[in-house]
């Protein structure tokens, strides 16, 4: 069964120049870790948002483990879904066990199975002695961390990043893609965008790469790579497929 399947999907904004998605497709086997790659404006976050039930497309299907995105599965495709928003999505003034119950109480969870989940995560993000500070005295990689055990307290089968990397240290980056390893080696299936090609050939066994809302190619990095004699990582293909012009 493909864990997303995204078909002629259409979205352009109130008010906006023009679209933003102009028929896109594509879709990913469960299991799998793919990345959703492409320039800035390209439609990567709104893809995201769409496919998380945020923001609703003009037109075309979104599947999420075989159910449609709709008004009527939302709420199955909620427990399936954990999402990583590119913001932090944390009360700054509230400790990190304080936002980790607040969001494990909006999934049903409760009391001491709900703390034990909790601090079994902190500890297992390197946060343990930060339990009980407040967020807004976190670094970016504490928030990004702390960003992630929130979204994956419900155990989601298929974990969406935006840009969970961006700007974070050399050892929370590799922890973050350690965990992505090793949560993906458990059975969920894992979507996440990112600029960092490099890390994303090691990462990803398939990519998408988009550009102006639309599906430019997709495939297993390494074979995109042998495909394209000229193209000696999968930065070359992607400047390959999307050109160098520069983008607003
Ligand atoms: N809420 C909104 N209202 C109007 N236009 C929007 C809105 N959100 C995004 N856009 C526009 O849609 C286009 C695609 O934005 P989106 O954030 O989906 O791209 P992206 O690929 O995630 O970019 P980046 O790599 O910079 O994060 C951009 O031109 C952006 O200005």
Redesign the pocket.
């Known amino acids: 069964m493909f864990s997303i399947a995204v078909n002629e999907l259409y979205k352009t904004?109130?008010?906006?120049l023009g679209p933003?998605l102009q028929g896109l497709s594509f879709a990913f086997p469960e299991g799998k870790i793919a990345g959703l790659l492409?320039?800035?404006?390209?439609?990567?976050?709104?893809?995201i948002s769409i496919l998380c039930g945020l923001v609703r497309g003009d037109n075309g299907e979104v599947m999420i483990h075989g159910k449609k995105q709709d008004a009527a599965n939302r709420e199955t495709i909620k427990q399936i879904i954990g999402i990583v928003p590119?913001q932090i999505a944390l009360y700054p003034q509230l400790s990190a066990v304080e936002n980790l119950t607040y969001f494990g109480n909006l999934y049903g969870f409760k009391g001491k199975p709900l703390l034990q989940k909790i601090m079994h995560y902190l500890e297992l993000f390197g946060l343990e002695k930060s339990a009980h500070k407040e967020i807004h005295k976190y670094s970016g990689g504490m928030k990004r961390r702390a960003n992630i055990i929130a979204a994956i307290l419900h155990d989601p089968r298929l974990l969406i990043l935006d840009?969970p990397t961006a700007g974070v240290d050399v050892q929370s980056r590799s922890m973050i893609l350690q965990f992505l390893r090793e949560y993906n080696r458990q059975g969920a299936s894992i979507l996440y965008?990112s600029?960092l090609l490099e890390e994303a050939q090691s990462l990803c066994e398939e990519v998408v790469i988009m550009d102006e809302g639309k599906m430019i190619v997709q495939g297993n990095p390494l074979r995109l790579i042998a495909e394209h004699p000229h193209c000696r990582n999968l930065e070359d293909v992607f400047l390959h497929f999307t050109g160098q012009a520069l983008r607003?």
């Open positions: 904004y109130k008010g906006a933003t492409g320039p800035n404006g390209a439609g990567k976050t709104t893809t590119q840009e965008t600029h607003d």
